[in-house]
């Protein structure tokens, strides 16, 4: 067996958070009906979500929905839904409340920046704020709830993947530095390059102005951290800290690093630049809103930045987690010698 501490295998911690497959059920199945108790209480005192005055009574019926499902997860009475069912509609509620936790970047950075969370119309918004960390929160603990049935069902182990007790692990071997495949080195790299016309467009519009310049070569740092971020998914470099960390160098980079900023990320790019690119193809064709060539222009070439790289993101964070992912080495029992 190897000796380094990359492909060296170490002894699993037997604490609650390696056996999240067990609750992570029945935490997203509580706060479901929680939250969707929330909701019902917003909308029978005439409040709104997100602006939309009928959207709590929706938003409600998904969370009950989603404990429902989640519910089915872990009790008996699951075990007699088809298996397919129960994955489906897991995966549709997880689906549906990570859409609804969008643009919570977005507020994060408003949050970091001014101090504060405010709405299209200048508003304080942190009713809004506070429900798309909601979301999100559900939306992690319904993925998790997802991952952890796939597993039980199929008798595979939540951590490696592979078919075996939990009590037969004597340790857990990480995998060697290696780069993603091809075609998801691709990707990133379109990811990354999906920046340059936003950059470009700024550039042009920017010309001329002082302060505006100024704010151009930030956005320029801002997009260089991403284009790192993103190929730290798919480089070796992403999984050991390399050389130029001093004293890090070569140490095994942890998966929440990369991955905890990513899928904070990647879903509201994702969304953002998906649906503002509908939204500006419809404008360009004169079907709704009236702009004028050069929004139109700046607006194609940031919803191309931010959609391509979101999904690129999304694509690369997938990689990298089946990449990263340790292997179980199983407990070597002892021979039984006959001494007849």
Known sequence: MTSSFIAGAT???????RRWPSWVGYAACGWAVL??????????????????????????????????????TVRPWGRRV?????????????????G????????????AVTGTV??????????GFAARLCFAAGAALLVATALSWRHRTAATC?????????????????????????????????????????????????????????????????????????????????????RWTWWLAGRRVPRFLPLTPVWLVAPTLALYGTGGG?????????????????????AGAAMTAFGGYGWALAIAAVSYRLRTRPRCVPAVRPLKIDAR
């Open 158 to 242: 939540a951590r490696c993947g592979d078919a075996h007790s939990p009590e037969a692990v004597a340790a857990v071997e990480h995998p060697a530095p290696h780069a993603a495949p091809r075609r998801v080195r691709w990707i990133a790299y379109a990811g990354c390059a999906a920046f340059v016309p936003y950059y470009a467009v700024h550039g042009f519009r920017t010309a001329g102005h002082t302060v505006p310049w100024a704010a151009w070569f930030v956005l320029g740092g801002l997009i260089g951290l991403a284009a790192f971020l993103l190929l730290g998914l798919v480089r070796p470099w992403g999984m050991a800290f390399p």
């Open 35 to 72: 939250y969707g108790c929330v909701l019902v209480v917003v909308a029978l005192a005439r409040g709104s979500l997100f602006d939309l005055p009928q959207a709590a009574w929706v938003a409600a019926a998904v969370m009950f929905a989603a404990a429902v499902a989640a519910a089915a």
């Open 11 to 17: 002894t699993p911690a037997a604490g609650w958070w």
């Open 118 to 127: 405010r709405d299209r119309e200048g508003d304080p918004d942190w009713s």
């Open 82 to 98: 088809p298996r397919g069912a129960v994955s489906g509609g897991v995966w549709t509620v997880a689906a549906l409340t990570l």
């Open 100 to 111: 609804a936790s969008a643009f919570l970047l977005l507020n994060l950075i408003e949050l």
């Open 278 to 298: 509908v939204y500006t193809i419809l404008a360009g064709a004169g079907v709704v809103g009236d702009y004028d060539a050069g929004t139109l222009l700046l």
